[in-house]
Structure formats: C-alpha cells, structure tokens
C-alpha cells in the first residue's frame, strides 16, 4: 500500500459542517486516476 485514500468522504448527516473542494487537479495514466486536492475548506450547511 502506498498509502492513498480510494475514497474521502466530504459530507455526511454526522459531520457538524461540510468539506468543500476548492482546488483540486485530476490526473490520469493509462487505465489509473488520481485527483490531487490543493485546497479545502469547511463550510455550514445549508
């Protein structure tokens, strides 16, 4: 394992507020993809 995540939650009826993906960059190789996160922040819910 090389320590990646192959799923990341941003929002759930537990969480007291929401992660909002601001930045991010998709990369694909052949048949993998990884989206690359820059930047986060948390938001109320609405």
């Known amino acids: 394992e090389?320590?990646?995540?192959e799923?990341?939650?941003i929002d759930a009826p537990?969480?007291?507020k929401k992660l909002v993906i601001e930045?991010?960059?998709k990369i694909v190789?052949?048949?993998n993809g990884t989206l690359w996160i820059d930047s986060v922040?948390?938001?109320?819910k609405s």
């Not at 922040?41 to 109320?44: G, S």
């Open 2 to 5: 090389g320590g990646e995540y």
């Open 14 to 16: 537990i969480f007291k």
């Open 23 to 25: 930045k991010s960059r």
């Open 7 to 9: 799923t990341f939650v």
């Open 29 to 31: 190789e052949n048949l």
């Open 41 to 44: 922040a948390l938001k109320d």
